[in-house]
Structure formats: C-alpha cells, structure tokens
Antibody, heavy 122, light 110 residues
Framework: EVQLVESGGGLRQPGGSLRLSCAAS????????MNWVRQAPGKGLEWLSF????????YYADSVRDRFVISRDNDKNSLYLQMNSLRAEDTAVYYC???????????????WGQGTLVTVSS | QSVLTQPPSVSAAPGQKVTVSCSGS????????VSWYQHLPGTAPKLLIY???QRPSGIPDRFSGSKSGPSASLGITGLQTGDEADYYC???????????FGGGTKVTVL
C-alpha cells in the first residue's frame, strides 16, 4: 500500500526556518517524481515544487523560489522541503504528492499525504 | 488569483448532475493534460480524473472529465451527499514551468 506521511510542521516566527519531511512507503520511491503542495487557511491548493526521481530536475513556484529548497534521499525513501525566511503568508497545511504521468505536461498526483500544518506567527 | 479559473461554487439536488468548469489558456490547458482532485479540508486530496478524461481504478463512472481548447470540465452525475467537497483542476503551464491549479469549486448537495 502506498503511504506518504508528512512531518516537521509547527510554529515559527517570521524570518525563521523549518524543514518538512515526507516518508514514503509501499512503492519504489526512487522511480517517482514528487511534489510539495500547500493550502493556506480558506484558500485553494497551491503547488510549490517538483523534484524528479534522480533529483536532476527541480522546479519551484515563484512564491517560494529562493526561499524554499526541495530535496530527497532515495536511500531513506524521504522527501524534504527546507523552508527559510518564513512569512505569515506561508501559514498552511503542506502536502507531499507522488507524480504520475509520462511527461511534465501529462503529470498528475495519484497519492497525497495527510499534510502537516505550518504556522508562521510572532 | 489562480492561473486557472473555476466557479467558486455549484450546487444541485441529490441525483442530479453538476458540471465544474476550468478555464485556462494555450500555455496550460490548451496544450497539456488536465487532472481533477476532490478535497475535503483536513484530508488528503484525491485524484478523480487524469489525462483529461481518464478515471483511476476505484473512481465511479459518475465522475467524468472533458477538455476543449483552453477549457476543461468535470461532470458529476447521480449527485450524492458524499460528493460534497472542494474540487480542483490542475495542469502544467509551459510558460511558467509550473503546475497550476484552479481556485477550487465547492460542490454542495441541496
């Protein structure tokens, strides 16, 4: 059974840092690209970042580029999101999601984690 | 403001049909594949449709997807109370080099 479990959320002050983790199980993690997606309170889904299975292709949304860093450790079946220079507007539930599809233009997210809450407030 | 435009809400009585629209442009929907997700706050989003009109195993055929030019739509027939949720369209944007989602549509069963 495919499982994605996020962890690492919590309360941080503006300007602080936080590292989210996503533990994957039930599939060959190194074969799949992965994404991070978030949902701020009362808002819709917002895509944040993509990383290929071998980490050679990475994309970021403009809203987090230069502040967030996506990475993965295939030996540990884990995906990470290093979040720096946090702002109040980064307050959200953060989801990791597995990518399927034959190309970037055909990608979709077939499994999602339950999410971890990040709150940025002084 | 989302790159893809969805109506904030749609509603219908049990057993009826609703259609959720998703409008984009040639850089996203017009030249890439669309997927649809069902989301209940506090839970993991669920894939309903991929490749514009394909259903994953386990998704009933009450859910259907279509695409025409820069627009896509999700249809739900035989509406049930359990279908009350937020629905999102998503696709790749070739100019932004980013995944883009619609703003979400809340489906209400009257």
């Amino acid at each position: 059974e495919v499982q994605l479990v996020e962890s690492g959320g919590g309360l941080r002050q503006p300007g602080g840092s936080l590292r989210l983790s996503c533990a994957a199980s039930g599939f060959s993690f190194n074969v799949y690209s992965m994404n991070w997606v978030r949902q701020a309170p009362g808002k819709g889904l917002e895509w944040l970042s993509f990383i290929s299975g071998s980490s050679d292709t990475i994309y970021y949304a403009d809203s987090v580029r230069d502040r967030f860093v996506i990475s993965r450790d295939n030996d540990k079946n884990s995906l990470y999101l290093q979040m720096n220079s946090l702002r109040a507007e980064d307050t959200a539930v953060y989801y990791c999601a597995r990518v399927r599809g034959t190309s970037l233009s055909a990608q979709y997210f077939d499994y999602w984690g339950q999410g971890t809450l990040v709150t940025v407030s002084s | 403001q989302s790159v893809l435009t969805q109506p904030p809400s749609v509603s219908a009585a049990p057993g009826q049909k609703v259609t959720v629209s998703c409008s984009g442009s040639s850089s996203n929907i017009g030249n890439n594949y669309v997927s649809w997700y069902q989301h209940l706050p506090g839970t993991a989003p669920k894939l309903l449709i991929y490749d514009n009109n394909q259903r994953p195993s386990g998704i009933p055929d009450r859910f259907s997807g279509s695409k025409s030019g820069p627009s896509a739509s999700l249809g739900i027939t035989g509406l049930q109370t359990g279908d009350e949720a937020d629905y999102y369209c998503g696709t790749w944007d070739s100019i932004l080099s980013a995944v883009v989602f619609g703003g979400g549509t809340k489906v209400t069963v009257l």
